[in-house]
């Protein structure tokens, strides 16, 4: 729990922040991208979420969150390719069998895009 309070907490302050600087009334959704490395419960984040943002610009907000899957990069040829971590049949590359590897995807935590309220103009009387 504390993970996900920590990581939410920074979404929500920033979320906030880039709000109040286009003076939105208030924030309709956040689109997340989160790593599949990234040990999160996503349900677990979106109860947190909801808990920050109780009386604040955010309240009613959605939550959309997309999961990038873990792959690494070969040092040798080149090919990325999906590992799981607890199967190491997938270790090697399969392009070329080494095991000599970065890690390509799968460690992101950002802020895609938000969406928000402005507030209504008021109408001109004529």
């Avoid at 990581?7 to 991208?33: H, I, P």
């Avoid at 990325?80 to 997938?90: F, N, Q, R, S, W």
Wanted: net charge negative; hydrophobic share 35%; glycine share 6%.
């Amino acid at each position: 729990l504390m993970h996900e309070m920590a990581l939410c907490r920074n979404v929500v302050d920033m979320v906030l922040e880039e709000a109040d600087k286009v003076g939105a009334q208030r924030v309709s959704g956040v689109y997340l991208t989160v790593g599949y490395s990234r040990d999160i419960v996503e349900s677990l984040f979106d109860d947190v979420f909801k808990w920050l943002s109780r009386d604040t610009k955010l309240e009613g907000a959605s939550l959309y969150i997309t999961r990038v899957p873990f792959t690494v990069k070969c040092l040798e040829c080149g090919y990325i390719y999906h590992v799981d971590v607890h199967d190491p049949d997938t270790l090697p590359c399969p392009k070329c069998g080494k095991k000599r590897y970065t890690l390509h995807s799968g460690m992101e935590f950002f802020i895609n895009d938000i969406e928000v309220v402005m507030p209504s103009e008021p109408i001109k009387e004529q």
